[in-house]
């Protein structure tokens, strides 16, 4: 049982390039999300999935998209990198219908460095 | 609108003293769930506990206890017999019934000194 996943761990894009960060979780669980992470603050929404085959924005979306084909997976694209998307990205997950569980797990993270 | 406050940006406690951290959050719904999530310095997100705001008796889990108020909407976090390991970011969250968002905190940096 790895839990939640994310590829890749470490990434540097120069301004304009395009990529997809992906996550995967094993637990069944219905809810995905992406936030990101700037030094010094907290978690930002940016997209976030109620089930396969939906999505729906969070607070900063802007500049990204995601798409949630299969339950267990959930990617998040950059389509032309910026530096202000220079961040650490974490993926979660929660809410199992299986178990009823409401407890959001986290990925360990993607550091991005945008050049 | 949901919101978290965590009014104590940094702090410190000396190994083996205990020290409590404040969360403070806005919500009109009746039914949600609170979490403390420890952030070490490698980064992952690694939830220390949490407690249904239907259930009166605050949540343990060995050194991590909580003071949950509802009236008052404060979920503070209290660690015993602090320890170097514990030292890290420490975000207050909740959600409310239908779990489909969480709304953070930003978070309180806690150092642990031998």
């Known amino acids: 049982n790895a839990g939640v996943t994310q590829t890749p761990k470490f990434r540097v894009l120069k301004t304009g390039q395009s990529m997809t960060l992906l996550c995967a979780q094993d637990m069944n669980h219905e809810y995905m999300y992406w936030y990101r992470q700037d030094p010094g603050m907290g978690l930002r929404l940016i997209h976030y999935?109620?089930?396969?085959?939906?999505?729906a924005k969070g607070e900063v979306p802007d500049g990204y998209n995601v798409s949630r084909l299969k339950k267990q997976n959930f990617l998040l694209g950059l389509e032309s990198a910026a530096p202000s998307q220079t961040s650490v990205y974490f993926c979660?997950?929660?809410?199992?219908?299986?178990?009823?569980?409401?407890?959001?797990?986290f990925g360990p993270g993607t550091r991005l460095l945008v050049l | 609108a949901q919101t978290v406050t965590q009014s104590q940006p940094e702090m410190s406690v000396q190994e083996a003293e205990t020290v409590t951290l404040s969360c403070t959050y806005d919500t009109s719904e009746n039914n949600y769930y609170l979490f403390w999530y420890k952030q070490p310095p490698s980064r992952q997100m690694i939830l220390v506990i949490r407690?249904?705001?239907?259930?009166?008796q605050n949540a343990t889990e060995n050194r991590f206890s909580v003071n949950f108020q509802k009236a008052a909407k404060s979920f503070s976090l209290k660690i015993s017999d602090s320890q170097l390991g514990d030292t890290a970011m420490y975000f207050c969250?909740?959600?409310?019934?239908?779990?489909?968002?969480?709304?953070f905190g930003s978070g309180t940096k806690l150092n642990v000194k031998p």
């Open positions: 999935s109620v089930g396969e085959g939906t999505t």
């Open positions: 969250a909740f959600t409310i019934y239908n779990f489909n968002k969480f709304y």
């Open positions: 407690q249904e705001a239907y259930k009166q």
């Open positions: 979660a997950s929660s809410w199992s219908p299986d178990s009823f569980q409401e407890t959001q797990y």
